[in-house]
Nanobody, 118 residues
Framework: QVHLVESGGGLVQAGGSLRLSCASSGIIFSINAMGWYRQAPGKQRELVAVIASGGRTNYADSVKGRFTISRDNAKNTVYLQMNSLKPEDTAVYYC????????????WGQGTQVTVSS
């Protein structure tokens, strides 16, 4: 059974930082592209960042230069370091896994709330 468990969300003031973690089990972590999506109230879910099995990264334009995605294959964990947070970053953040670096997501976590106050 596959589990993606996010942690690290919370309430932070604008300009602050948070680090999200996603611990995985039930998948061969090293062959999966791992990603972070987010969904704000009343908006569609959007890709925030993705890191391929080989380490190549891709970011949404809205977070480039502020967010950093990384992975630790030994710990089966992916991270999202979020700096210079803005109120518009407020959303539920979801961890994802895509086997063999497919663009279609195979698994989703349950989500963690990030709220940025102005």
């Amino acid at each position: 059974q596959v589990h993606l468990v996010e942690s690290g969300g919370g309430l932070v003031q604008a300009g602050g930082s948070l680090r999200l973690s996603c611990a995985s089990s039930g998948i061969i972590f090293s062959i999966n592209a791992m990603g972070w999506y987010r969904q704000a109230p009343g908006k569609q879910r959007e890709l925030v960042a993705v890191i391929a099995s080989g380490g190549r990264t891709n970011y949404a334009d809205s977070v480039k230069g502020r967010f950093t995605i990384s992975r630790d294959n030994a710990k089966n964990t992916v991270y999202l370091q979020m700096n210079s947070l803005k109120p518009e970053d407020t959303a539920v953040y979801y961890c994802t896994a895509a086997k063999w670096d497919k663009q279609v997501v195979d698994y989703w976590g349950q989500g963690t709330q990030v709220t940025v106050s102005s």
